[in-house]
């Protein structure tokens, strides 16, 4: 039976910190500054990476943007063959994102059909002004045509590997990693 095995330790806890102060200062100016910005983590490590984000934005701007928790579960393409029943968490946005600058942050960017499925969320929520997308790590292999505004690692991979981001807040350590399925 096969099973996953570390490959490669792409970014430790240091490699992380630096990714994601870089990502804040390239969304600061892209736009110009926080004003009309809100963050808006995927559920579930997209959150943790979006609320780094707006700590780091704070200390660069004396501002902190608001940070939202998206669930996509129910914009999922794959949702029948997940579960008979899939646990929905819910979504929080503390603001009205009509008009706004919505930056969807996510932990990896892989096929796509994770951000289609947050943009048909947001959509359904309001009408921002733009949307833009913040990764952590992107993978490629898209099967749809989606790219990252802000990536904080380009890491080409082949199909059969897994990049695993752990957190502390979720996983109870800090690190990427390249897994692989070998033969048991």
Avoid: C, W
């Amino acid at each position: 039976m096969p099973v996953l095995t570390d490959k490669t330790v792409l970014m430790d806890s240091e490699g992380i910190r630096r990714a994601l102060t870089r990502i804040s200062h390239e969304i600061v100016e892209k736009n110009k500054g926080v004003d009309n910005i809100i963050l808006v983590g995927i559920r579930t490590r997209g959150v943790p990476i979006a609320e780094r984000l707006a700590d780091s934005i704070e200390r660069i701007e004396g501002k902190k943007p608001p940070v939202g928790v998206l669930d996509i579960t129910l914009y999922r393409d794959d949702l029948s063959t997940l579960s008979y029943q899939p646990i929905v968490h819910p979504t929080e946005l503390p603001v009205d994102i009509t008009g706004m600058t919505v930056v969807l942050v996510d932990d990896v960017l892989y096929t796509g059909r994770t951000i289609r499925a947050a943009l048909d969320a947001v959509i359904d929520m309001g009408r921002p002004k733009t949307i833009q997308l913040a990764v952590l790590i992107d993978r490629g292999h898209r099967e749809l045509p989606i790219r990252a505004d802000f990536v904080g690692k380009n890491v080409p991979t082949s199909s059969h590997e897994v990049v695993s981001v752990q957190l502390n807040a979720t996983d109870g350590a800090e690190k990427v990693v390249i897994r692989e399925f070998k033969e048991d």
